[in-house]
C-alpha cells in the first residue's frame, strides 16, 4: 500500500513539475524572442541610418524576419496574455520600433535608391513591409491595452 502511495505521490511530482518546466521554457521563448526583436531593430536602425553601399537585399530580408519576429510575438501573447505580460511589457516599454521613425523624405529616398542600389519596386517593398511592422506594432499595443479585437 505505502509503495503504490509512494510511487504516485512520485509521480504528480514528477507531472508537476514537467508542467513548471513547460511552461517556463514557454516564458523564456517570449523573453529570447523579445530580446531577438530588440537586437534586430538595432540592427535595422543602424543600416537605415548609415546606408552602407550595397546591403538593400540584405536590408529587406532582415525587414522581412523583423515582421516575421513581431508576427510570432502577437501570436504568443494573443494565445497567453497573463503568461507574456513580463516580456510584452518589457518590449513595449522599450518603446516604438527605432528603425520605424526614420525619415523618408526625398533627400533620404535618393540616398536609399543610390546606396542600396534599388528600383522605386524595391523602394515600394519596403514601404510595404513598413506597414506589415506598423501594424504587428500596433496589434501588441493593442494586445498590452486589452484593445486587440482581431485573430493574429
Known sequence: MWKVF???LLALIFTKSSVVLEEERGKASVSELADKIQVLDDTLYTTITSLPA??????LADVRSFNEL?????EMVHADK?????????????????????PFNNEEKKRILDN???TLDDLDLLYADRITAYTYW???LLLKNDDFQREP
Open 116 to 118: 542600396f542600389n534599388w
Open 54 to 59: 550595397g546591403c538593400g537585399a540584405q536590408f
Open 6 to 8: 509512494y510511487i504516485t
Open 138 to 140: 500596433t496589434d501588441l
Open 70 to 74: 513581431l508576427r510570432q510575438m502577437v
Open 82 to 102: 497573463n503568461g507574456t505580460k513580463a516580456a510584452l511589457d518589457t518590449i513595449i516599454t522599450k518603446g516604438h520600433p527605432r528603425f520605424l521613425n526614420t
